[in-house]
T-cell receptor, first 111, second 112 residues
Framework: GQQVMQIPQYQHVQEGEDFTTYCNSS?????IQWYKQRPGGHPVFLIQ?????EVKKQKRLTFQFGEAKKNSSLHITATQTTDVGTYFC???????????FGTGTRLKVLA | SQTIHQWPATLVQPVGSPLSLECTVE??????LYWYRQAAGRGLQLLFY??????ISSEVPQNLSASRPQDRQFILSSKKLLLSDSGFYLC???????????FGEGSWLTVV
C-alpha cells in the first residue's frame, strides 16, 4: 500500500541511552514530517524536512532527510522518561492533500 | 488561533448500531479535513479526506462514510457498526499541500 515503513516497531531503552527510528519510502518524497503521540493522546507535529540531506535539531532530537529523499531518521540523545510515546513519520503526496503516516515506533524509556 | 474539536471523546456502541462522530475547526477557512483511525497499538490509517464542502475522498472502502456539510465541519458515520470498527478515531486539518497537519483530541470507539 501507501504506508511508509518505520523501524523498529518497538524500542525499550534505559533512561539516558540514545534512540533512533528510521523511516523508509519506496518513492521519492517531496517532504517528510515527524509527529509524536504520547500514550492516550493525539499526534503532535515535531518538524518538517524538505531539502535533500537536510538535518535539523530540536534540543536532544536530531532529524535527518536522506540524500535521495527516500528515507529519514529521528535520533534522540540521552532519552528521558518524557520521551515516551510513539513517533511517526508522515509524507504528503506531491500534488495531493493526502498525508500518509508511517507505521510508527513506540518508545518506552525505563527509569 | 486555530482550534479543532471532535466529539464524543469516548463511545461504547453495540454491533449493528449507527455511529456519528463530529469534528469542527475554528479560526481558519477552507481547511483540508481528515479522518484517521488507529487500532490499539497500531499506526494511523487514513480513512477520508476533504478539500471542500461536499467533496469527500475515500481511502479505504469499508463500513464507514464521511460528510462535510459546512466548510469547517466533518462528520464520520456508519449505519451499522462492526466489531472491527473499534479504535481511536482522529480528525485533523491542514491548509494547502505539504503543510503541518493538526489533530483533534480523538474519539475512542468500542464496539461490543
Amino acid at each position: 500500500g501507501q504506508q511508509v515503513m518505520q523501524i523498529p516497531q518497538y524500542q525499550h531503552v534505559q533512561e539516558g541511552e540514545d534512540f533512533t527510528t528510521y523511516c523508509n519510502s519506496s518513492t521519492t518524497l517531496s517532504n517528510i514530517q515527524w509527529y509524536k503521540q504520547r500514550p492516550g493522546g493525539h499526534p503532535v507535529f515535531l518538524i518538517q524536512l524538505v531539502k535533500s540531506g537536510e538535518v535539523k535539531k530540536q534540543k536532544r532530537l536530531t532529524f535527518q532527510f536522506g540524500e535521495a529523499k527516500k528515507n529519514s531518521s529521528l535520533h534522540i540523545t540521552a532519552t528521558q522518561t518524557t520521551d515516551v510515546g510513539t513517533y511517526f513519520c508522515a509524507k504528503s503526496t506531491s500534488g495531493t492533500y493526502k498525508y500518509i503516516f508511517g507505521t510508527g515506533t513506540r518508545l518506552k524509556v525505563l527509569a | 488561533s486555530q482550534t479543532i474539536h471532535q466529539w464524543p471523546a469516548t463511545l461504547v456502541q453495540p454491533v449493528g448500531s449507527p455511529l456519528s462522530l463530529e469534528c469542527t475547526v475554528e479560526g481558519t477557512s477552507n481547511p483540508n479535513l481528515y479522518w484517521y483511525r488507529q487500532a490499539a497499538g497500531r499506526g494511523l490509517q487514513l480513512l477520508f479526506y476533504s478539500v471542500g464542502i461536499g467533496q469527500i475522498s475515500s481511502e479505504v472502502p469499508q463500513n464507514l462514510s464521511a460528510s462535510r456539510p459546512q466548510d469547517r465541519q466533518f462528520i464520520l458515520s456508519s449505519k451499522k457498526l462492526l466489531l472491527s470498527d473499534s479504535g481511536f478515531y482522529l480528525c485533523a486539518w491542514s491548509l494547502g499541500t505539504g503543510n503541518t497537519i493538526y489533530f483533534g483530541e480523538g474519539s475512542w470507539l468500542t464496539v461490543v
